[in-house]
């Protein structure tokens, strides 16, 4: 059982890389960290030193990262799954370098999802500078898309230390690795891919204050501003450029007591399933997965 501490970042290819950095800074309001890097722009939201890169090439989405204790853990991580016969691969010094973590492995999910696991994500101490007011607090979850999202659960559920928090029938599972409602969801989808990155809003004021924001600058608003009766959170959900979605949300569940909570299922085609406030639904866009050049060998 490897143990999942955090989530740590998202990496994107972006064809243009000018336009997905002027929509993730002056529309979503991420910090942009000091250019290392050509071709690489990081984004911040939080403690972490980036949770979002976008690397200029082809569109799609390149991993998913999430952190482990320490180099050791990674270690043990990196021997158990290829003991289950999971093609692994070690991230090199550079790409580590340009990760900002210590060390990083790379592997796929059985659906063909890049997922890399790093130990030592750097942390940055000086306070965030959001490059607008979106009140953004923090990197929140992501949702990767799957087509049996219940395999998807056995999946995570047997490697790793996420639990479900609860079901949306066969359509997505909400799964947590801490106390809050979740950090993971797998989404049904035809194909592997990112449905979404989420962000986490400092108030109910943020929140409809950047959907006034969004509708002035004329960007699609895919669903909400709703409210998820699953993690009691007011969403919204809009799209970025190249098929990559973004959520902001405010007010998501903690689960302190794991032991006395009992994970519920919501049929998707119910009223108020999605939005217990009855606002439209749909399936936000999800950015497909960047496929690795050799199939078994994941690439970086
Ligand atoms: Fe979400």
């Not at 910090?31 to 939201?45: D, F, K």
């Not at 306070?127 to 979850?141: C, D, M, N, Q, W």
């Not at 592997?192 to 809003?201: D, E, I, K, S, Y």
């Not at 969004?214 to 098929?243: K, N």
Request: charged share 25%; aromatic share 8%.
């Amino acid at each position: 059982m490897i143990t999942l501490t955090d989530i740590a970042y998202v990496r994107s290819g972006v064809a243009d890389l000018e336009a997905a950095v002027r929509f993730a800074t002056g529309i979503v309001g991420l910090e942009l960290a000091a250019p290392t890097e050509i071709g690489v722009a990081q984004l911040r939201a939080d403690h972490r030193h980036h949770c979002l890169a976008l690397v200029e090439g082809p569109s799609g989405v390149i991993a998913s990262g999430f952190s482990v204790a320490d180099t050791d853990a990674l270690a043990a991580a990196e021997t158990e799954l290829e003991r289950s016969g999971t093609a692994v691969r070690r991230g090199s010094a550079a790409e580590a370098r340009s990760r900002r973590v210590r060390e990083f492995i790379a592997f796929d999910d059985p659906f063909g999802n890049r997922l890399e696991l790093v130990s030592q994500q750097e942390t940055v101490a000086r306070p965030l500078v959001l490059a607008r007011s979106s009140g953004i607090t923090e990197f929140g979850h992501l949702c990767l898309d799957a087509p049996d999202v219940h395999e998807a659960y056995r999946f995570w559920s047997t490697r790793f230390n996420a639990r479900v928090s609860d079901w949306l029938g066969d359509r997505a599972c909400l799964l947590r690795i801490d106390p809050v409602h979740h950090k993971l969801a797998v989404f049904q989808g035809d194909g592997p891919g990112l449905c979404h990155m989420n962000f986490q809003v400092g108030s109910i004021d943020d929140l409809f204050r950047n959907w006034h924001f969004l509708l002035e600058h004329g960007v699609e608003i895919e669903m909400g501003p709703g409210r998820h009766p699953q993690s009691t959170a007011i969403f919204l959900y809009f799209l970025g450029p190249e098929g990559f979605t973004y959520e902001y949300s405010f007010g998501v569940r903690r689960i302190e007591d794991d032991a006395a909570w009992a994970p519920r299922t919501f049929d998707p085609e119910e009223a108020g399933s999605i939005d217990m406030w009855l606002g439209p639904v749909k399936r936000v866009s999800s950015q497909a997965q960047l496929q690795p050049k050799k199939a078994g060998v994941p690439a970086p």
